[in-house]
């Protein structure tokens, strides 16, 4: 069982990233999916849900209007498309099951700043 998370970097206020996670191991179609994160010295946060199907997202109000969570079960991946990316958005990226967590990836370091 593997969750990798990649497309993280250093952006501009204002700019966009999409982040990707790849699962392994795990019949990834029939789980919903998460994306939090973790910024210095805070706790980690949820940041954005999706059902297994897809059909149904829920997002933290922080990060509302401005990032969308997506997945395609065909390649086994959950997506965080993230724009007007703030300061603040400043975390490393984690992805991991809605419900029974599984042990946590390495996560991809998002960092906004001029």
């Known amino acids: 069982v593997q969750l990798v998370e990649s497309g993280g970097g250093l952006v501009q206020p204002g700019g966009s990233l999409r982040l990707s996670c790849a699962a392994s191991?795990?019949?990834?179609?029939?789980?919903?999916m998460t994306w939090y994160r973790q910024a210095p010295g805070k706790e980690r946060e949820l940041v954005a849900a999706?059902?297994?199907?897809?059909?149904?997202?829920q997002y933290a109000d922080s990060v509302k209007g401005r990032f969308t969570i997506s997945r395609d079960n065909a390649k086994n991946t959950v997506y965080l498309q993230m724009n007007n990316l703030k300061p603040e958005d400043t975390a490393v990226y984690y992805c991991?099951?809605?419900?029974?967590?599984?042990?946590w990836g390495q996560g991809t370091q998002v960092t906004v700043s001029s």
């Open positions: 191991g795990f019949t990834f179609s029939s789980y919903a």
């Open positions: 999706i059902t297994s199907g897809g059909g149904n997202t």
């Open positions: 991991n099951r809605r419900l029974t967590i599984l042990p």
